[in-house]
């Protein structure tokens, strides 16, 4: 059984970093083909995708967000860390961790439960 | 960037209904299409890939179609439970983008 749990601050206050980690089970970021990826919700918005780690360590990136993203796996923890630096008000918004379906594959079957960020001083 | 358009943006339908919810990518993404149903407060579920392939454990009532640049989302015999907003996401290539999403609410 897959699950994806996301942790971090749920409160940040401008210019600063955010770091948000999605704790993973029910497979392996050292398995061929597996990829993990972060996407966000501003309340009462849409979902837009921010960035994506497979299994070999390549990453893909937002190309609007490109400069402010960092995404990381700890394949030990079961474990992919997003960094985003400086920190704006629009970047309020549920942030979740999903599981890329398959190899080859760029959709998402399981999601985490998510975690609201506001950012506010 | 694909941009993907949905239609209409809001819903309101019977109990019994069919529901048909349009997607439009700018540009042709063949079969690369993913929809996902969210409830308030929940997180997105996935519902179909491959643009008419329904995922296990979907109900039945649901149903897509389309390739190319135009995809459609069915719900047949509209129930309570399937008060969402659902959402379309092109799964050609990167940056992998969602539509705007259609609220569907029951009468």
């Known amino acids: 059984q897959i699950t994806l749990e996301e942790s971090g601050p749920p409160l940040v206050k401008p210019t600063q970093t955010l770091t948000l980690t999605c704790t993973f089970s029910?497979?392996?970021?050292?398995?061929?083909?597996?990829?993990v990826g972060w996407i966000r919700q501003p309340p009462r918005k849409a979902l837009e995708w921010l960035a994506l780690i497979y299994w070999d360590d390549d990453k893909r990136y937002s190309p609007s967000l490109k400069s402010r993203l960092t995404i990381t796996k700890d394949t030990s923890k079961n474990q992919v860390v997003l960094t985003m630096t400086n920190l704006d008000p629009v970047d309020t918004a549920t942030y979740y961790c999903?599981?890329?379906?398959?190899?080859?594959?760029?959709?998402?079957?399981?999601w985490g439960q998510g975690i609201l960020v506001t950012v506010s001083s | 960037d694909i941009q993907m358009t949905q239609s209409p943006s809001s819903v309101s339908a019977s109990v019994g209904d069919r529901v048909t919810i349009t997607c439009r990518a700018s540009?042709?993404?063949?079969?690369?299409l993913a929809w996902y149903q969210q409830k308030p407060g929940k997180t997105p579920k996935f519902l179909i890939y491959?643009?008419?392939s329904v995922q296990s454990g979907v109900p039945s009532r649901f149903s897509g179609g389309g390739s190319g640049t135009d995809f459609t989302l069915t719900i047949n015999n509209l129930q309570p439970e399937d008060s969402a907003t659902y959402y379309c996401?092109?799964?050609?290539?990167?940056?992998?983008?969602f539509g705007g999403g259609t609220r569907v609410e029951i009468k």
């Open positions: 540009q042709g993404i063949a079969s690369r």
């Open positions: 029910g497979f392996s970021l050292s398995t061929s083909g597996v990829g």
């Open positions: 996401q092109q799964a050609k290539s990167f940056p992998l983008t």
């Open positions: 491959a643009a008419s």
């Open positions: 999903a599981h890329r379906r398959g190899s080859g594959l760029l959709e998402f079957d399981y």
